[in-house]
Structures are given as structure tokens and as C-alpha cells.
């Protein structure tokens, strides 16, 4: 990946606050799952939009009763009883890329959102690092139940 910055910034410098079309995001989105070293998703509901995954490489943290019948990611699942949790209520994915860059990807209804602000990358990162400890690793099953 070269030097040029993956969010292509329309206004502002450090996000695309709409994409010029879905497939243009699902192109970005694409590019990112193949290159980044690292993913993190937190999607409270389960819907995961991504390809390209391994299970080595991405993680994904959802809420307790949540359905996720992928099995190219690792699945945490975090529990009602735990009550709050940081990003409560958001769904944003961090992909963590070579040379230490990174860029978080916010889903919208008509479009996504995608930024490379250090501040933001950060919180980002901040987040991912603590919810391990709301959360516990639990095996995918099948659609049928059986594992």
C-alpha cells in the first residue's frame, strides 16, 4: 500500500463524511480487509459486511444473543449482565495496516464514513484494548446449532 492516504477527504481532511456511492465503499471496504494486518469490529447486533476475513486477523465483538454464522473471525461475545461497556451503542470497525497506520470505518444507512485522524484511530484502539475484558471468546455454531 503506498503513502497516499485511504480516505479520500471531501471537506474536511481527515474523513469522507459521504462516499460517492456504495460501491465505491464496498471497493475501500475490500481494500482494507486485504491489506490490513489487523481488524476490529464491534457490531453489538452481529452484521458484518466484511470479506476477506480470517479469523487470525479479525475479531469481532458482539452482544450476548447475537447471531454470527461466519466462521472467518474470532467471535467475542459480550454479556448482558456486564451493563455498559466502552462503545456502547456504536458499530465501527479499526483496521490496523502496515507501517503503523490506521483507519477506522463508521457504517451509515446511505453510506460509510472512513478517517485516518490520529485522535480518532486512537479512541478506536482504546476501546478495542479494553473490551477483551467485557467479553469472552465462544466458539461459532453452525446455523443449526450443532457447532
Not at 13 to 26: C, G, I, N
Request: aromatic share 6%; with cysteine; charged share 25%.
Amino acid at each position: 500500500m503506498s503513502d497516499e492516504p485511504v480516505a479520500r477527504p471531501r471537506g474536511r481532511s481527515d474523513a469522507v463524511p459521504r462516499s460517492a456511492t456504495h460501491d465505491d465503499d464496498r471497493a475501500l471496504l475490500s481494500l482494507l480487509c486485504r491489506t490490513a494486518e489487523r481488524i476490529d469490529v464491534l457490531s453489538p447486533t452481529g452484521a458484518l459486511e466484511l470479506d476477506g476475513l480470517d479469523a487470525a486477523r479479525c475479531t469481532v465483538y458482539v452482544s450476548e444473543g447475537a447471531t454470527v454464522d461466519r466462521a472467518d473471525v474470532t467471535l467475542r461475545v459480550i454479556p448482558w449482565q456486564v451493563g455498559a461497556y466502552p462503545g456502547i451503542g456504536h458499530v465501527f470497525t479499526l483496521f490496523r495496516l502496515p507501517g503503523g497506520r490506521s483507519v477506522v470505518h463508521h457504517p451509515c444507512p446511505h453510506g460509510a464514513v472512513f478517517t485516518e485522524d490520529a485522535a480518532e484511530c486512537r479512541a478506536a484502539r482504546e476501546v478495542f484494548d479494553r473490551l477483551p475484558a467485557f467479553s469472552a471468546e465462544r466458539p461459532l455454531k453452525s446455523p443449526t446449532g450443532r457447532g
